[in-house]
Structures are given as structure tokens and as C-alpha cells.
């Protein structure tokens, strides 16, 4: 997360607002070394971390985790500033998120998770959307078809929307033997999830041609067996339904 950070030229010092969609660790999982080594560069002022209910304990836990180090090098490196002044976890709800002078975020609940009621209280997925004086851009986050996040897209420039085939991933799994190790209780509800919970090309296309944004990004792509796999089948699919223009993202591509 880090590297990415400085990869793009940006200041990862001066980065004082963190958006995570939902606590699945291939999001997340590189947030408490990222807050690590803010500390450790001599920040100061809090990083506000925002996310569905469990963003708080996870950045609980994000300080947990590196207690012992930030001991050691409080010893060797005189660094007194406590993790916890650096690092704050924000739980948020439907609604805006954030705003100030520059830029609004808000967040609405899509249909990553479709747990019975009790489960939906504990976890939830976001998307965002951010909007600035003159941009509006949509990130989607892990979903599947939702009402909702086609709501938060009305009128946006740009959709960030996550995107693949779960036979492609079947493939992959299979070649590798991870999916014969799983009962058939876990294929099943394995299958279930990315079918109802994730966006094919073509979900994502109508749900972009509905919206009425201008520009589709193709992003967080599910793995293929071709290692040299563009995704540009992903776009001709999407594009059959969505008659704006459409990108496969790359890293550090900029918009």
C-alpha cells in the first residue's frame, strides 16, 4: 500500500483520510503497515480510517499488532508519540462520510454481503462516492448488482466497478488443486457468492448505462488462467450494454 502510495507521487505523509469498503483482507490487510510506517516517519496529526462497523476494532487491532515494535524502536529511536494518536478508526453508515473545502465522500451499502438480519447489523460493504468541484467519481468497491450503488452513481463522471467471471476463477482453482481440496459445502456456498455477490462485465455495463456515467474502470480483476490475460474481452462484454467509453485499469494509471 505503501509503495503504491509513493509510486503515484504522492507525499504518503501528507495522506490524512483512508476509505475501505469492506473487511475482506485482500482491501485491507496492508492498512496496518501503512499506518506503521506513517508513525514511523514522524507523523503526528491522526489518520482517519472510515469503513463498515469493525473498522474501529480493526484499527484497534492494526495498533495491537505492532505495539511490541513500536516499543523497541520507542527505546532505540526515541519515538514517544503513542500509536493511538496517530491512528483513529471511524465506523460509518449510509450517508456522507466525510467533507471538507475540497471533496465529499459518501458512502452507500451495496450487496457484497447478503446476510440473513442478524448478520447484516454486525457486517456490511460500502461504495463511495467522491465529489469534488469538478469531478464525481464512483468506486464500487466488491459488489454485486445493487439499487443502491446505481443510486449513488447517478450523475457521476467515472465508475470504478470491480469485475470478473467466476468460471474463470473455478479454472484457476482447479488447476492448481485448491478447488478439490473444498467440501462441497464450500463450493456451493462459494459459487453462491460470487454469482450473487460480485458483478460480471455485463452487470457492471448495465448498471453503468443506467446510472448514466461517462466513463467505466474496470478494476479489481478476478484471475485467469492466461497470466497474459488484457481483459479486454471484459470490455468488448460491458461494452455491449454500456455505450460510454471503457478502460481497463492498470496499475498506477491515472484519470
Known amino acids: 500500500m505503501t509503495r503504491r502510495v509513493v509510486q503515484v507521487g504522492i ?17 485491507m490487510a496492508g492498512l496496518a503497515t501503512f499506518l506503521n510506517t506513517s508513525w514511523q516517519y514522524s507523523r503526528r496529526n491522526a489518520i482517519n480510517v472510515y469503513g463498515p462497523t469493525g473498522t474501529q476494532a480493526t484499527v484497534k487491532g492494526a495498533i495491537q499488532y505492532m505495539s511490541i515494535e513500536a516499543e523497541i524502536r520507542g ?31 459518501t458512502a452507500a451499502r451495496n450487496s457484497h454481503y447478503q446476510f440473513s438480519t442478524a448478520n447484516s447489523k454486525r457486517h456490511q460493504s460500502y461504495s463511495y462516492r467522491f465529489e469534488s468541484k469538478d469531478k464525481c467519481i464512483i468506486f ?21 466497478a470491480e469485475v470478473g ?15 478439490q481440496m473444498k467440501t462441497q459445502d464450500e463450493k456451493t456456498s462459494w459459487i453462491k457468492h460470487m454469482v450473487e455477490e460480485h458483478m460480471t462485465p455485463i452487470q457492471v455495463g448495465e448498471l453503468a448505462q443506467r446510472a448514466g456515467v461517462k466513463l ?12 497474459n490475460d488484457n481483459y479486454e474481452r471484459f470490455k ?10 471503457i478502460v481497463v485499469a492498470k496499475d498506477l494509471m491515472r484519470f
Open 11 to 27: 507525499n504518503f505523509t501528507k495522506v490524512n483520510q483512508i476509505f475501505i469498503t469492506h473487511l475482506h483482507s485482500d482491501h
Open 75 to 105: 527505546i532505540s529511536e526515541g519515538k514517544n508519540v503513542p500509536l493511538a494518536n496517530v491512528f483513529t478508526g471511524n465506523d460509518v453508515q449510509d450517508g456522507i462520510v466525510f467533507q471538507d473545502s475540497n471533496i465529499k465522500v
Open 140 to 160: 464500487t468497491g466488491d459488489t454485486g448488482p445493487s439499487a443502491n450503488v446505481e443510486k449513488l452513481s447517478k450523475g457521476c463522471d467515472i465508475l470504478v
Open 165 to 179: 467471471k467466476v468460471e474463470d476463477v473455478i479454472a484457476v482453482q482447479e488447476k492448481n488443486g485448491i478447488w
Open 216 to 227: 467505466v474502470i474496470l478494476n479489481h480483476l478476478l484471475p485467469s488462467q492466461d497470466i
Open 236 to 245: 468488448v462484454a460491458a461494452s455491449t450494454v454500456f455505450k460510454g467509453e
